[in-house]
């Protein structure tokens, strides 16, 4: 029997994804990328382990927001019985692991996998388990490579090259240690547990020994758990080749949304929109929600979500974007590197553009000022016609009537 995590932490963390999480009952991990919420794919990922019975979110949002999510998904995975425990406050990437370790250990699990809810990945997790039943460490992370620049912002990893045990864990280090990095993904032995045991013990002890210090039931899974584990030669490391990407901004989401889309076209492309003689014109990966309209003179695509019920009018054309549910554009309108928030309303002829992203940890400035690359228009934006936006923020409820470029407009 195995069992899963997915470790979806909480509103406080919700900041850096604004403007779509302000205002909403939307959850970052319930954000829609390639039409479902980011942790549905964690799901339809785990859905194919064999013995796999049972799914745990952990984190610390109110308990009815994950209810209609859990409904949805116990029908579409019915196999798997998914739940949400909520830690009583932020307790840490393994705080909550530790404080609901009975409930993880029921029914015995052999291994438990832990996943970060804000990436998207190809969850190698088959592999991931061959590889974690040739050693005899007690995890199995999963490693990629990325650009030397920007690796520290990351847990880094220092691996032997044979058997790929880690001899270094550096969680975000100030100077360059290795383009290696943790992608946030984990396969346990429920040994673990003893090892979590002794972390938080040894906090205690500093705590113990320094007056300044209040113990809290804080844990760290990368500083308190998996270093410790390095330095005993029971972490390994699973090197992938195939995508990975953090989903950290509201921007992210659009180059993540652009990798399911791929994955879908090996795995599923009858969930793409296919191009049909009388539809509209199709370029590369497009999702269209079975609700959604779009005219036949649009032209949409590479890499295009329309959520349930939005309106796509005449020759529209959009690219490498987002449109949520019930959003309307109108006819002629270009959307190019966009997030359209829930029921914003687009007018003819305007124009709404950001600067794609290949790399989100790298900052575009001008004049030192931090310009946002994705256009993101929150919940129920308008954008009167013939208005160009170009590389804004946009707060919800504001109406749009001059055109404006690299502002954040609240
Ligand atoms: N339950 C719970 N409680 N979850 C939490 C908490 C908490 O107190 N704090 C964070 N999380 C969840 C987040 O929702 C996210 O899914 C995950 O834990 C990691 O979030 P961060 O703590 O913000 O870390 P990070 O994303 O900057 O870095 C982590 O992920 C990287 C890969 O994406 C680290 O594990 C890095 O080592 C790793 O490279
Ligand atoms: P691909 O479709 O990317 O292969 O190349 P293309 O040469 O057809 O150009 P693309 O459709 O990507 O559009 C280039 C620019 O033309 C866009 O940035 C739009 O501003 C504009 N454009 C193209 N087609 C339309 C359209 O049907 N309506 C509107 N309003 N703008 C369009």
């Not at 064999?50 to 019915?78: C, Q, T, W």
């Not at 009858?270 to 590369?284: M, N, Q």
């Amino acid at each position: 029997v195995y069992k899963a995590i997915i470790l979806v932490g909480g509103p406080s963390r919700g900041t850096r994804f604004r403007p779509l999480s302000l205002n909403l009952n939307v959850p970052k991990p319930l954000f829609p990328v390639a039409g479902h919420p980011i942790i549905w794919h964690h799901l339809e990922a785990l859905s194919k382990i064999k013995g796999l019975k049972e799914v745990l979110l952990i984190g610390f949002f109110e308990d009815s927001i994950f209810h209609r999510f859990i409904d949805d998904a116990a029908r579409e995975f019915p196999k798997i019985n998914i739940r949400y425990l909520r830690e009583y406050q932020s307790l840490g990437t393994a705080g909550g692991l530790y404080h609901f370790r009975d409930e993880i250990q029921r029914g015995d699990p052999q291994q438990i996998f832990v996943l970060n809810a804000d990436v998207a990945c190809s969850f190698p997790l088959k592999e991931m388990m061959k590889f974690h039943n040739t050693h005899r460490g007690l995890c199995t992370i999963l490693g990629t490579k990325v650009a030397r620049e920007v690796a520290n912002k990351y847990g880094c990893l220092v691996a032997k090259p044979e058997s790929n045990e880690v001899l270094h864990y550096v969680e975000k280090p100030e100077s360059f240690i290795s383009d290696l990095i943790s992608c946030g993904i984990y396969l346990f032995d429920c040994a673990i547990f003893n090892e979590m045991k002794k972390a938080m013990q040894n906090k205690k002890n500093q705590v113990d020994q320094d007056q300044f210090m209040d113990h809290d039931d804080q844990l760290r899974l990368e500083q308190d758990l998996l270093r410790p584990l390095a330095e005993s030669m029971k972490l390994f490391v699973y090197v992938t080749n195939d995508f990975w990407r953090q989903i950290k901004t509201a921007g992210s989401a659009v180059p993540a949304n652009a990798l399911y889309l791929e994955q879908y076209l090996e795995t599923n492309p009858e969930r793409l929109l296919k191009k049909e003689s009388d539809g509209p014109t199709i370029v590369g990966c497009v999702y269209k929600h079975p609700t959604a309209f779009v005219d036949p003179s649009a032209k949409i695509g590479p890499n295009v979500s329309i959520g349930p019920r939005a309106v796509i009018g005449k020759g529209v054309r959009i690219k490498d974007s987002i449109i949520l549910d019930n959003a309307e554009i109108k006819a002629n309108s270009c959307i190019i590197n966009s997030i359209i928030g829930w029921d914003s309303k687009i007018g003819t002829w305007a124009r709404v553009e950001g600067t794609s992203i290949t790399n989100d940890q790298i900052v575009i400035t001008q004049n030192g000022v931090k310009v946002p690359s994705i256009t993101i228009l929150a919940k129920e934006v308008i954008v009167r016609d013939e208005i160009i936006i170009r590389n804004c923020i946009v707060l919800p409820h504001k109406e749009l009537k001059t055109s404006c470029h690299n502002e954040i407009l609240m």
